[in-house]
């Protein structure tokens, strides 16, 4: 499975932008998909989970009621709507899929830039 992630760019806080991740190799309609993000300096942090059907999602609480992770198994995409944009958002975002445990998936995107700017 090869995973490609894009919309990232630069926005003034309180702006939207909407991440896709496409997958391509095979369906990944049966895999847990989720968004990872690393800001420069620190480590990679959990963003947000979804369930193979999508009837369940998960969120870090410092983006709850802000962003919204969707799929559409149909096109074999998985998508971040980011709603209310903070500069502390401003990272490098990984689409990841087939969770293997609460941080550990089998295949990885290559990362699409935001930034927020203040």
């Known amino acids: 499975v090869q995973l490609q992630a894009s919309g990232g760019g630069l926005v003034q806080a309180g702006g939207s932008l909407r991440l896709s991740c496409a997958a391509s190799?095979?369906?990944?309609?049966?895999?847990?998909m989720a968004w990872f993000r690393q800001a420069p300096g620190k480590e990679r942090e959990f963003v947000a989970a979804?369930?193979?059907?999508?009837?369940?999602?998960n969120y870090a609480d410092s983006v709850k009621g802000r962003f919204t992770i969707s799929r559409d198994n149909a096109k074999n995409t998985v998508s971040l709507q980011m709603n209310n944009l903070k500069p502390e958002d401003t990272a490098q975002y990984y689409c990841?899929?087939?969770?293997?445990?609460?941080?550990?998936?089998?295949?990885w995107g290559q990362g699409t830039l935001v930034t927020v700017s203040s």
């Open positions: 990841a899929a087939d969770q293997r445990s609460s941080t550990s998936f089998t295949f």
């Open positions: 979804i369930s193979s059907s999508g009837g369940s999602t």
């Open positions: 190799g095979r369906s990944v309609s049966r895999y847990a």
